[in-house]
Nanobody
Framework: QVQLVESGGGLVQAGDSLRLSCLVS????????MGWFRQGHGKEREFVAAISASGAPTYYAGSVKGRSTVSRDVAKDTLYLQMNSLKPEDAAVYYC???????????????????WGQGTQVTVSS
């Protein structure tokens, strides 16, 4: 059973940076395609970023492209999301997700993923 635990959220000001982490346990990170999603208050959960099981390529939602970087440290079993130039509209609960995969496939849809973390709150003040 794969377990995902996010951390790194918090209250920041607009323009600040934040790095979210997702610790993966129960299986090696290199056998899973991973994704970041977010859900703002009163909004549907939406895709943010994805990374393949091989570590590349990566893919981003248009709303964060150029401001965010998804990466991973296989030795630490940890997925990261570095977010820069944060905006008030980035405020949300951020979730990491995983699915068993191989190679260079990445996934952007919620039903593609089998495992989810509990989320970490990001609040951005203007």
């Amino acid at each position: 059973q794969v377990q995902l635990v996010e951390s790194g959220g918090g209250l920041v000001q607009a323009g600040d940076s934040l790095r979210l982490s997702c610790l993966v346990s129960g299986h090696t990170l290199s056998e899973y395609a991973m994704g970041w999603f977010r859900q703002g208050h009163g909004k549907e959960r939406e895709f943010v970023a994805a990374i393949s099981a091989s570590g590349a390529p990566t893919y981003y939602a248009g709303s964060v492209k150029g401001r965010s970087t998804v990466s991973r440290d296989v030795a630490k079993d940890t997925l990261y999301l570095q977010m820069n130039s944060l905006k008030p509209e980035d405020a949300a609960v951020y979730y990491c997700a995983a699915r068993s995969a191989r190679g260079t496939y990445y996934y952007t849809q919620i039903p593609n993923y089998d495992y989810w973390g509990q989320g970490t709150q990001v609040t951005v003040s203007s």
